[in-house]
């Protein structure tokens, strides 16, 4: 299905229209500014070098995202073999299931809600980052950009059950992260 495109894709278009959103997608995955505005520009370049091969047969939205993930998942895997040269040693990341807790309630914004919007957000944001990389990947790609399991899979490499259980562990740590700061803390 071909995204009706009224105005020929140019470089600025690219730019004006679609940076903001790679970016997102790259904070998202990365989990910092830095690293995020690194892979920014990358797949910015990439796409305008590339832009006279894209043929339509797909969304832009849709190139311009498999195009960021693919960059991110370079850039840290980089990073990784960066870091695991500089330090030979490195711990392992916990991916235990966390115990199920009652889920958590929604509570109604006063007349601060800008304020506690950015809070929310920040907090809710905080909680994406700490997650470890495997679940943070598939959980932006299905809860933050509302992609499906199995082009999620197909992104990363993985048989839609691993998706299924990464972000199934995902959520469960989202829950646990937020339920504090929603719920006034966890009840034992």
């Known amino acids: 299905m071909s995204e009706a ?17 790679i970016y997102h997608i790259a ?5 910092n ?3 995020a505005e690194d892979v920014t520009q990358d797949v910015l370049l990439q796409v305008i ?10 969304q832009i939205t849709t190139w311009l995202h498999r195009v960021t993930v693919n960059a991110a998942l370079a850039f840290r ?6 870091q695991k040269h500089e330090v030979h040693e490195t711990p392992a990341e916990s991916l235990e299931i966390a115990p199920a807790h009652s889920p ?3 509570w109604n914004i006063g007349p601060e809600e800008p304020v506690l919007a950015a809070e929310q957000s920040a907090v809710i944001g905080k909680a994406i980052d700490d997650l470890p990389d495997p679940f ?6 299905a809860d933050v950009e509302g992609l499906p399991n199995s082009e999620i899979a197909d992104m990363l490499g993985l048989s839609v059950p691993a998706v299924k259980s990464r972000l199934h562990r995902a959520r469960l740590r989202m ?14």
Do not use: C, W
């Open 33 to 35: 500014d830095a690293d």
């Open 5 to 21: 495109i009224a105005e020929p894709l140019t470089p600025e278009i690219v730019f004006r229209e679609y940076a903001p959103r």
């Open 27 to 31: 904070r998202r995955m990365l989990g």
């Open 136 to 141: 943070r990947e598939v959980y932006v790609l």
């Open 175 to 188: 829950r646990d992260s937020l339920a504090p700061h929603f719920e006034g803390g966890i009840a034992s």
């Open 77 to 82: 895997q980089k990073r990784a073999n960066r």
């Open 49 to 58: 070098r590339k832009l006279d091969t894209f043929r339509g047969d797909a």
């Open 104 to 106: 958590v309630k929604r």
